[in-house]
T-cell receptor, first 113, second 114 residues
C-alpha cells in the first residue's frame, strides 16, 4: 500500500520560531516530492519541490529530503502568523505505466503572535 | 498571466440534477488533474487527463461521474444525478509535463447539493 503520512497537528509555534513539518512515504522508488500550503477555504498552493537528497532553500522555506530514510521535511524560519495554514506533502509514486501523486492529509500549523 | 481557471466558484444543485464543472489550465499546460476535497479531509485524486485522452481515472466513481478534456475548450467534470454526498470542493490542477509533476491549482468549485 503506497502512502504518505503526516502528523495532523495542530503544530503550534510562536512567531519568529522555526516550524518543522515532517512527511514519511512508503515507496522507495519515489522521485519527486512537493510541499503545498492550503489556507482554510482556499486551494493548495505549491511552495517547494525537491527531487534530490539534501536541502533546498527558497526564502524562509527549506525542504529536506532523505530517500534512504524515506522522509521529506519542510522548515519555515522566522515563522509569521500568515504562515498559519495546512501544509500538504505530495509524493510522486510509480504506478505501472503511470506516475501518481499521493497526498498526505496535511499538518495544521498555527503561528502565535 | 492567468493561472488555472475554474468555474463556477460555487454551484448549488438539487438532488438528481447534473453538475458541470469547468477547468481551463494554465497557458502552455496540457495535463489536467481533478481532485475532490471534503471538509477536514485530504485531497482525493479523481482523474488525470491530457488533451483528448483520459490517462488515469482510477479515483473516479464508476457511476455518475465523467470527465473530458477536448482538443478545444476547457476540461469538464460532469456529475449526473447528484446526491448530497457529492457536496465537496472540487479542485482542478494543471502541469506542463505529465506524470503529476509540479502542478498548479485553480480556486476550486464548491458544490452544494440540496
Amino acid at each position: 500500500q503506497k502512502e504518505v503520512e503526516q502528523n495532523s497537528g495542530p503544530l503550534s509555534v510562536p512567531e519568529g520560531a522555526i516550524a518543522s513539518l515532517n512527511c514519511t512515504y512508503s515507496d522507495r522508488v519515489s522521485q519527486s516530492f512537493f510541499w503545498y500550503r492550503q489556507y482554510s477555504g482556499k486551494s493548495p498552493e505549491l511552495i517547494m519541490s525537491i527531487y534530490s537528497n539534501g536541502d533546498k532553500e527558497d526564502g524562509r522555506f527549506t525542504a529536506q529530503l532523505n530517500k534512504a530514510s524515506q522522509y521529506v521535511s519542510l522548515l519555515i524560519r522566522d515563522s509569521q502568523p500568515s504562515d498559519s495554514a495546512t501544509y500538504l506533502c505530495a509524493v510522486n509514486f510509480n504506478a505501472g505505466n503511470n506516475r501518481k501523486l499521493i497526498w498526505g492529509l496535511g499538518t495544521s500549523l498555527a503561528v502565535n503572535p | 498571466n492567468a493561472g488555472v481557471m475554474q468555474n463556477p466558484r460555487h454551484l448549488v444543485r438539487r438532488r438528481g440534477q447534473e453538475a458541470r464543472l469547468r477547468c481551463s489550465p494554465m497557458k502552455g499546460h496540457s495535463h489536467v488533474y481533478w481532485y475532490r476535497q471534503l471538509p477536514e479531509e485530504g485531497l482525493k485524486f479523481m482523474v488525470y487527463l491530457q488533451k483528448e485522452n483520459i490517462i488515469d481515472e482510477s479515483g473516479m466513481p464508476k457511476e455518475r461521474f465523467s470527465a473530458e478534456f477536448p482538443k478545444e475548450g476547457p476540461s469538464i467534470l460532469r456529475i449526473q444525478q447528484v446526491v448530497r454526498g457529492d457536496s465537496a470542493a472540487y479542485f482542478c490542477a494543471s502541469s506542463a509535463t505529465g506524470g503529476h509533476t509540479e502542478a498548479f491549482f485553480g480556486q476550486g468549485t464548491r458544490l452544494t447539493v440540496v
